[in-house]
């Protein structure tokens, strides 16, 4: 068995999911008040970028178990959602509107994609081609 070297994909994505979940913690602080946007806008769009790079990075892989990767990120990804809905529902429900809903929502996103995108890759990075 060779050892291949992959990129820091689960890095990028945990450090993603640390960015939103920040976020997070700041816009409930001041639910339902209106939060800094500007702190909030940052720390989305410093996940996104990070989130995104992580992406990048998984195309540019030739040979991966990518079925593997398919079938575990689904699945997780079918639990994350769920729980970013009940969380949105939280934030709906104490009446955030505007944009901070859509900021929250933004990092929810994140936060589905990521977790899911950690725990695919890093099955798929052990399993058989």
Known sequence: MTD???????WLTSIALGFVVIGGIVMAAYAPRHPPMGVATALLVAGLVCLGVAGAMMTRL?????ATFV????????????????????????????????????MLAVFATSVPTTIAFTTARYADV
């Open 62 to 66: 030739g040979t991966f178990a990518w």
């Open 71 to 106: 079938k575990v990120f689904k699945w997780a990804l079918l639990a994350y959602i769920v729980q970013s809905g009940m969380i949105e529902f939280v934030f709906v429900r104490d009446h955030t509107r505007g944009a901070p809903l859509v900021v929250v929502t933004l």
């Open 4 to 10: 291949r070297h992959y990129p820091p994909v689960p």
